[in-house]
Protein backbone atom coordinates (compact mmCIF):
# COMPACT_ATOMS: atom_id res chain seq x y z
CA UNK A 1 0.00 0.00 0.00
CA UNK A 2 1.09 3.65 -0.58
CA UNK A 3 2.39 5.66 1.63
CA UNK A 4 -0.21 7.92 3.94
CA UNK A 5 -3.22 5.57 2.19
CA UNK A 6 -5.38 3.99 5.81
CA UNK A 7 -4.70 0.10 5.54
CA UNK A 8 -8.04 -0.39 7.85
CA UNK A 9 -10.45 1.68 8.90
CA UNK A 10 -13.56 0.12 11.12
CA UNK A 11 -16.87 2.03 10.49
CA UNK A 12 -19.26 2.57 13.22
CA UNK A 13 -18.51 -1.68 14.06
CA UNK A 14 -21.17 -2.97 17.00
CA UNK A 15 -21.09 -6.14 18.05
CA UNK A 16 -23.90 -8.19 20.13
CA UNK A 17 -23.96 -11.36 21.52
CA UNK A 18 -27.41 -11.69 23.08
CA UNK A 19 -27.89 -9.09 25.17
CA UNK A 20 -24.50 -8.34 25.70
CA UNK A 21 -22.73 -5.14 23.39
CA UNK A 22 -19.17 -6.07 23.05
CA UNK A 23 -18.47 -3.38 20.61
CA UNK A 24 -20.74 -0.07 20.62
CA UNK A 25 -20.27 1.98 17.43
CA UNK A 26 -16.80 1.80 16.95
CA UNK A 27 -15.12 3.82 14.28
CA UNK A 28 -11.17 3.80 13.89
CA UNK A 29 -8.37 4.51 11.13
CA UNK A 30 -5.46 2.85 11.09
CA UNK A 31 -2.54 4.28 8.63
CA UNK A 32 -0.03 2.04 6.51
CA UNK A 33 3.30 1.65 8.56
CA UNK A 34 1.82 2.32 12.05
CA UNK A 35 2.32 0.52 15.21
CA UNK A 36 -1.03 0.75 16.83
CA UNK A 37 -2.02 -0.01 20.61
CA UNK A 38 -4.91 -1.17 21.32
CA UNK A 39 -5.69 -0.62 25.29
CA UNK A 40 -8.20 -0.93 27.50
CA UNK A 41 -10.42 -2.97 31.06
CA UNK A 42 -10.64 -6.57 30.67
CA UNK A 43 -14.14 -7.07 28.76
CA UNK A 44 -13.42 -3.78 26.94
CA UNK A 45 -14.20 -5.38 23.47
CA UNK A 46 -10.46 -5.42 22.39
CA UNK A 47 -10.24 -9.44 21.24
CA UNK A 48 -13.73 -9.07 19.63
CA UNK A 49 -12.26 -6.23 17.90
CA UNK A 50 -9.15 -8.50 16.21
CA UNK A 51 -11.92 -11.32 16.08
CA UNK A 52 -14.17 -8.68 13.57
CA UNK A 53 -11.18 -7.69 11.69
CA UNK A 54 -9.90 -10.56 11.46
CA UNK A 55 -13.28 -12.81 10.27
CA UNK A 56 -14.06 -14.84 13.29
CA UNK A 57 -17.09 -12.49 14.17
CA UNK A 58 -19.07 -10.91 11.58
CA UNK A 59 -20.00 -7.36 13.12
CA UNK A 60 -24.20 -6.96 14.04
CA UNK A 61 -23.98 -3.54 12.49
CA UNK A 62 -20.98 -1.77 10.44
CA UNK A 63 -18.38 -2.62 8.60
CA UNK A 64 -14.24 -3.21 7.81
CA UNK A 65 -12.92 -1.68 5.34
CA UNK A 66 -9.34 -3.28 4.17
CA UNK A 67 -7.23 -1.07 1.58
CA UNK A 68 -10.43 0.47 0.26
CA UNK A 69 -12.11 -2.72 0.06
CA UNK A 70 -14.78 -3.42 2.29
CA UNK A 71 -14.02 -7.11 3.61
CA UNK A 72 -17.08 -6.91 6.02
CA UNK A 73 -18.38 -10.65 6.49
CA UNK A 74 -15.32 -12.38 4.94
CA UNK A 75 -13.91 -15.68 6.29
CA UNK A 76 -10.85 -15.56 8.19
CA UNK A 77 -9.15 -17.36 5.04
CA UNK A 78 -9.94 -15.11 2.67
CA UNK A 79 -8.83 -12.24 5.07
CA UNK A 80 -5.34 -14.46 5.09
CA UNK A 81 -5.55 -14.14 1.49
CA UNK A 82 -5.92 -10.68 1.99
CA UNK A 83 -2.83 -10.40 4.14
CA UNK A 84 -4.40 -9.98 7.44
CA UNK A 85 -2.10 -12.49 9.77
CA UNK A 86 -2.99 -12.44 13.82
CA UNK A 87 -1.71 -14.23 16.60
CA UNK A 88 -3.64 -15.28 19.77
CA UNK A 89 -4.04 -14.60 23.89
CA UNK A 90 -3.43 -18.18 23.85
CA UNK A 91 -0.53 -19.81 21.29
CA UNK A 92 -2.30 -21.81 18.89
CA UNK A 93 0.41 -23.77 17.14
CA UNK A 94 -0.05 -26.92 15.66
CA UNK A 95 2.03 -29.29 18.57
CA UNK A 96 2.47 -32.32 16.62
CA UNK A 97 4.60 -30.45 14.48
CA UNK A 98 7.92 -29.11 14.14
CA UNK A 99 8.86 -25.60 14.32
CA UNK A 100 9.95 -25.91 10.82
CA UNK A 101 6.73 -27.54 10.07
CA UNK A 102 4.74 -24.85 11.47
CA UNK A 103 6.57 -21.89 9.52
CA UNK A 104 6.01 -23.95 6.68
CA UNK A 105 2.09 -24.20 7.00
CA UNK A 106 2.72 -20.37 7.88
CA UNK A 107 3.78 -20.10 4.21
CA UNK A 108 1.67 -21.69 2.76
CA UNK A 109 -1.64 -20.51 3.23
CA UNK A 110 -4.17 -22.79 1.18
CA UNK A 111 -3.28 -25.56 3.29
CA UNK A 112 -3.37 -23.81 6.27
CA UNK A 113 -6.30 -23.33 6.02
CA UNK A 114 -7.50 -27.14 5.57
CA UNK A 115 -5.40 -28.46 7.77
CA UNK A 116 -7.27 -25.99 10.13
CA UNK A 117 -10.66 -27.20 9.12
CA UNK A 118 -9.01 -30.53 9.11
CA UNK A 119 -6.41 -31.27 11.89
CA UNK A 120 -6.84 -35.11 12.34
CA UNK A 121 -5.96 -36.03 9.02
CA UNK A 122 -2.24 -36.79 8.16
CA UNK A 123 -0.15 -33.90 7.36
CA UNK A 124 3.03 -34.28 8.23
CA UNK A 125 3.51 -34.63 3.87
CA UNK A 126 5.30 -31.51 3.44
CA UNK A 127 8.43 -32.51 1.37
CA UNK A 128 8.42 -30.86 -1.79
CA UNK A 129 8.51 -26.96 -1.87
CA UNK A 130 11.73 -25.80 -2.61
CA UNK A 131 11.04 -22.18 -2.38
CA UNK A 132 8.96 -22.65 0.74
CA UNK A 133 11.44 -24.43 2.20
CA UNK A 134 13.98 -21.44 1.45
CA UNK A 135 11.73 -18.40 2.91
CA UNK A 136 11.17 -20.99 6.29
CA UNK A 137 15.22 -21.13 6.51
CA UNK A 138 15.14 -16.98 6.68
CA UNK A 139 12.51 -16.61 9.19
CA UNK A 140 13.87 -19.50 11.20
CA UNK A 141 17.68 -17.60 11.34
CA UNK A 142 15.37 -13.68 11.83
CA UNK A 143 13.69 -14.87 14.71
CA UNK A 144 16.66 -16.99 16.33
CA UNK A 145 15.61 -20.32 15.99
CA UNK A 146 18.21 -22.19 14.55
CA UNK A 147 18.42 -24.09 17.50
CA UNK A 148 14.63 -25.74 17.73
CA UNK A 149 14.08 -26.00 14.39
CA UNK A 150 13.29 -29.42 14.55
CA UNK A 151 11.99 -29.27 17.49
CA UNK A 152 7.73 -29.68 18.59
CA UNK A 153 7.00 -26.54 20.23
CA UNK A 154 5.68 -27.91 23.24
CA UNK A 155 8.63 -29.10 24.11
CA UNK A 156 10.12 -25.33 24.24
CA UNK A 157 9.96 -22.59 26.82
CA UNK A 158 7.55 -20.41 26.76
CA UNK A 159 8.72 -17.28 25.70
CA UNK A 160 10.18 -19.15 22.43
CA UNK A 161 6.65 -20.79 21.62
CA UNK A 162 5.73 -17.09 21.70
CA UNK A 163 8.14 -16.31 18.98
CA UNK A 164 7.62 -19.17 17.31
CA UNK A 165 3.68 -17.89 16.81
CA UNK A 166 4.98 -14.46 15.96
CA UNK A 167 7.13 -15.91 13.17
CA UNK A 168 4.57 -17.89 11.67
CA UNK A 169 2.26 -14.41 11.37
CA UNK A 170 4.75 -13.38 9.83
CA UNK A 171 5.32 -16.38 7.29
CA UNK A 172 1.94 -14.96 5.47
CA UNK A 173 3.89 -12.13 4.64
CA UNK A 174 1.06 -9.63 5.90
CA UNK A 175 0.35 -5.80 5.24
CA UNK A 176 -1.58 -5.76 8.40
CA UNK A 177 -0.39 -8.31 11.64
CA UNK A 178 -2.78 -8.37 14.84
CA UNK A 179 -1.17 -8.78 17.71
CA UNK A 180 -2.93 -10.26 20.79
CA UNK A 181 -0.95 -9.66 24.38
CA UNK A 182 1.89 -10.85 22.12
CA UNK A 183 4.25 -9.88 25.87
CA UNK A 184 2.33 -11.96 28.55
CA UNK A 185 3.96 -14.50 30.02
CA UNK A 186 7.26 -12.96 29.02
CA UNK A 187 9.80 -11.70 30.78
CA UNK A 188 11.69 -8.58 30.98
CA UNK A 189 14.47 -9.55 28.62
CA UNK A 190 11.93 -11.14 25.96
CA UNK A 191 9.70 -7.89 26.32
CA UNK A 192 12.52 -5.63 24.85
CA UNK A 193 13.38 -8.64 22.34
CA UNK A 194 9.41 -8.63 21.12
CA UNK A 195 9.86 -4.90 20.76
CA UNK A 196 12.83 -4.79 18.73
CA UNK A 197 11.36 -7.03 16.48
CA UNK A 198 7.82 -5.98 16.33
CA UNK A 199 9.70 -2.32 15.19
CA UNK A 200 11.78 -4.19 12.57
CA UNK A 201 8.11 -5.79 11.34
CA UNK A 202 6.84 -2.14 11.22
CA UNK A 203 10.15 -1.05 9.74
CA UNK A 204 9.73 -3.42 6.94
CA UNK A 205 6.50 -2.15 5.80
CA UNK A 206 3.46 -4.15 7.82
CA UNK A 207 1.12 -2.16 9.73
CA UNK A 208 0.55 -3.84 13.01
CA UNK A 209 -2.12 -3.55 15.50
CA UNK A 210 -1.12 -4.73 19.07
CA UNK A 211 -3.49 -5.51 21.97
CA UNK A 212 -1.22 -5.55 25.23
CA UNK A 213 -2.06 -4.92 28.80
CA UNK A 214 2.13 -4.04 29.81
CA UNK A 215 1.65 -0.39 29.60
CA UNK A 216 5.31 0.42 29.53
CA UNK A 217 5.27 -1.73 26.25
CA UNK A 218 2.61 -0.31 24.65
CA UNK A 219 3.96 3.61 25.95
CA UNK A 220 7.22 2.61 24.20
CA UNK A 221 6.45 0.96 21.03
CA UNK A 222 3.25 2.42 19.83
CA UNK A 223 3.30 5.54 17.14
CA UNK A 224 -0.77 5.86 18.80
CA UNK A 225 -3.47 4.02 20.82
CA UNK A 226 -6.86 3.88 20.88
CA UNK A 227 -8.49 2.62 24.31
CA UNK A 228 -11.61 1.02 24.32
CA UNK A 229 -13.99 0.85 27.64
CA UNK A 230 -17.21 -0.77 27.69
CA UNK A 231 -17.11 -1.47 23.92
CA UNK A 232 -16.53 2.25 23.13
CA UNK A 233 -13.71 3.92 21.62
CA UNK A 234 -12.74 6.78 24.82
CA UNK A 235 -9.65 7.99 23.68
CA UNK A 236 -7.17 7.76 20.76
CA UNK A 237 -4.41 9.83 20.15
CA UNK A 238 -0.48 9.42 21.01
CA UNK A 239 0.84 7.58 23.88
CA UNK A 240 1.81 10.93 25.77
CA UNK A 241 -1.99 12.32 24.87
CA UNK A 242 -3.63 8.97 25.96
CA UNK A 243 -1.83 8.69 29.05
CA UNK A 244 -3.19 12.03 30.71
CA UNK A 245 -6.47 11.58 29.03
CA UNK A 246 -9.27 11.71 31.82
CA UNK A 247 -11.30 9.47 30.98
CA UNK A 248 -8.29 6.78 30.29
CA UNK A 249 -6.95 7.65 33.89
CA UNK A 250 -10.87 7.19 35.39
CA UNK A 251 -11.37 4.03 33.24
CA UNK A 252 -8.20 2.46 34.60
CA UNK A 253 -7.84 3.43 38.27
CA UNK A 254 -12.03 3.27 38.46
CA UNK A 255 -14.12 6.63 39.08
P1 LIG B 1 -11.20 -7.83 26.15
O1 LIG B 1 -10.44 -8.49 25.06
O2 LIG B 1 -11.09 -6.34 26.12
O3 LIG B 1 -10.89 -8.38 27.51
P2 LIG B 1 -13.45 -9.19 24.94
O4 LIG B 1 -13.49 -8.63 23.58
O5 LIG B 1 -12.81 -10.51 25.13
O6 LIG B 1 -12.75 -8.12 25.93
O7 LIG B 1 -14.90 -9.26 25.54
C1 LIG B 1 -15.80 -8.18 25.52
C2 LIG B 1 -17.16 -8.65 26.02
O8 LIG B 1 -17.74 -9.50 25.04
C3 LIG B 1 -17.04 -9.47 27.29
O9 LIG B 1 -18.15 -9.16 28.12
C4 LIG B 1 -17.12 -10.88 26.78
O10 LIG B 1 -17.66 -11.74 27.76
C5 LIG B 1 -18.05 -10.75 25.59
N1 LIG B 1 -17.82 -11.77 24.56
C6 LIG B 1 -16.72 -11.90 23.76
N2 LIG B 1 -16.85 -12.93 22.92
C7 LIG B 1 -18.07 -13.48 23.17
C8 LIG B 1 -18.81 -14.58 22.63
N3 LIG B 1 -18.31 -15.33 21.64
N4 LIG B 1 -20.04 -14.83 23.15
C9 LIG B 1 -20.54 -14.09 24.15
N5 LIG B 1 -19.91 -13.04 24.70
C10 LIG B 1 -18.69 -12.73 24.23
Known amino acids: PA ?6 EIREVTMRFKGLVALDAVSLTVPTGQIRGIVGPNGSGKTTLFNVVSGFYRPSQGSVVLRGHDVTGMAPYQLSQRRVARTFQNLRLFEDLSVRENLLLGLD ?3 TFWIWRYPSLPWKVLGYEQALRRRAEDLIERFGLAEVADAEPRSLPYGIQRRIELARALAMS ?3 LLLDEPAAGLNGEEVRQLAEIVRSIRDSGVTVIIIEHNMGLVMSLCDQITVLSGGKVIAD ?3 AEVAVHP ?3 AAYLGD
Not at 3 to 8: K, P, R, W
Open 3 to 8: AGEDVL
Open 109 to 111: RTR
Open 174 to 176: PTL
Open 237 to 239: GRP
Open 247 to 249: DVV
